[in-house]
């Protein structure tokens, strides 16, 4: 399993060093406490609760990216078995030499995957 972490790029942080060392250092916490452990920890105060909720809401965003490009990459990697399953199957079906032969493979594995269903 991949290791959390939590990212912050230079654009970000140029926004966020403006904030004295004690803020910046809360909100890196509270930030911390979100990624790693799932809790929303919220800083009090105005101003760190909307830099917070501005990371929170990146975080949000690359996670769902990432989640939904990982089961596309599932779903991709399937249909690209299964794919390969059924081409097997058709290089079978055109290195027959007779009749006889193509009737008995036709017998063995059936007609699924290697002809489409308006071909058969």
Same mark, same amino acid.
């Given at each position: ?22 803020? &910046? ?11 790693? &452990? ?16 501005? *990371? ?8 769902? &990216?990432?989640? /939904? ?24 079906? *055109?290195?027959?030499? /007779? ?22």
């Amino acid at each position: 399993m991949k290791e959390k972490a939590l990212k912050i790029n230079k654009k970000d942080y140029n926004i966020a060093k403006s904030l004295s060392d004690r803020d &910046f250092g809360t909100l890196v916490r509270a930030l911390c406490e979100y990624v790693y &452990f799932g809790i929303d920890a919220s800083p009090k105060d105005k101003i760190l609760k909307v830099y917070y909720d501005n *990371f929170k809401e990146k975080i949000d965003m690359e996670n769902f &990216f990432r989640e /939904t490009g990982r089961l596309g990459g599932i779903k991709s990697n399937e249909l690209r078995q299964k794919a390969e399953e059924n081409r097997s199957v058709v290089l079978d079906v *055109f290195n027959v030499k /007779t009749v006889d032969e193509l009737l008995r493979i036709i017998l063995e594995k059936g007609l699924g995957g290697c002809c489409k269903d308006d071909e058969v």
